[in-house]
């Protein structure tokens, strides 16, 4: 019914064949081992052109697929479509778009949707999206939506070919509630429709593993992919897990500070913890690992090249 809506509104008639397409979650089938990047907008065209330089980097690690988040607000959606629509003709990868409620209205999302199925973008990271800079809480535009979950139905009805990965708190998102309550919204996002779980970054690997059990007890039973961004800069990573929630070790938080202003090493500090992460989490046997990789190579590179990754048949 919302699909014939969306169609409706968009001034378009159903194709009597549906596109099958490949999911994201097809990356964990049958033991499969799944690599991915997530990647954002640039600002500029020279940005852009750097971006690119970057990822035909990463692009030689065998991705199972490559996601594009967008600015706050929703102030990147069009730049983030053509970015990820390039990579995709550009290396014939397998791509998804994020898509937050921030901003839109149902009628708007659906419009992103087909715009996305138009260019063959048949996979959604579906996020509620953080509060605007300054606003003190998340309030829906009108006709919008409040949480991910409805996001996530929203998609499945209108467009049930998509694939749809969600996103979980393995240190509780800083808004919820309780623990409890965090996992319950995880549970209600997987029982209306996503397919994966990745992670918010962390730092602690038994943060990650503890939260993977306790899906587990809940019958949550599709791939939880590990998120994982590389310390390269001290004060960045301060601000961002702050933003966060996620807890930097105090061993490592220290042997960073000793660093100084030595950014050569604090990169080398954080890539070395980073493998010694990285290969925990393959041998104790995660599904994947999804890197944050800020629009570069060098840490995330690094890290590859010397981890255990798992061959992807």
Known sequence: RIKVLAMAVLGLTLSCTAQTSKKMSDAYADGRFGLSFELFPPKTEAGEEVLFKHLKRLIAFDPSYITCTYGAGGSTQAKTLEIIDRVQKAYDCMVASHLTCVGLSRNALIHFL??????????????????PQGADSFEPPEDGLRYASELVTLIRDAFPEFGIAVAGYPETHREAESPESDLENL??????????????????????FRFQQLCSDRGIEVPIVPGILPVTNLAQIQRISGLCGAILPRDFEDELSACGEDSEKQFEVGVRFAIDQVNDLIDRGVPGIHFYVLNKSDATARILESVRVPTQS
């Open 187 to 208: 549970q209600r996002k997987v029982a209306l429709g996503g397919d994966l779980v990745i992670t918010q970054l962390f730092y602690d690997n038994a943060d990650f």
């Open 114 to 131: 087909q715009e996305a199925s138009q260019r063959n973008i048949n996979n959604i990271v579906a996020l509620r999206g953080d509060p």
